[in-house]
């Protein structure tokens, strides 16, 4: 069985840190991909970064390029995202999830189909 447990989040101010772990089990971790979603209230849904175990191969949504760093350690079965100058309009639930590598997913255009429960992440201004 498939697992994936967030933590890490939390309360924090605009331009401070704060960094996610996403515990998995229950598959083989170097074929999969590593996704880091979240959704903000009244807002879609967005894909926010995602790391290849696989390749090493990541990527990051626009908006937060240059703050946030994704990382995975094979020995511990788990991703991290490290999140730095924080905004408000960061705050949301995030949710990590996982799936078999392919490209497309890396870059959000195919569905994950593993998920976590969220974890939320609060930026106050």
């Known amino acids: 069985e498939v697992q994936l447990v967030e933590s890490g989040g939390g309360l924090v101010q605009a331009g401070g840190s704060l960094r996610l772990s996403c515990a998995t089990s229950g598959f083989t971790f170097e074929d999969y991909v590593i996704g880091w979603f979240r959704r903000a209230p009244g807002k879609e849904p967005e894909g926010v970064s995602s790391i290849s175990n696989y390749d090493g191969s990541t990527h990051y949504v626009d908006s937060v390029k240059g703050r946030f760093t994704i990382s995975s350690d094979r020995a511990k079965n788990t991703a991290y995202l490290q999140m730095n100058s924080l905004k408000p309009e960061d705050t949301a639930i995030y949710y990590c999830?996982?799936?078999?590598?392919?490209?497309?997913?890396?870059?959000?255009?195919?569905?994950?189909?593993?998920w976590g429960q969220g974890t939320q992440v609060t930026v106050s201004s």
């Open positions: 999830a996982a799936d078999v590598y392919y490209e497309e997913r890396l870059y959000f255009s195919m569905p994950y189909g593993d």
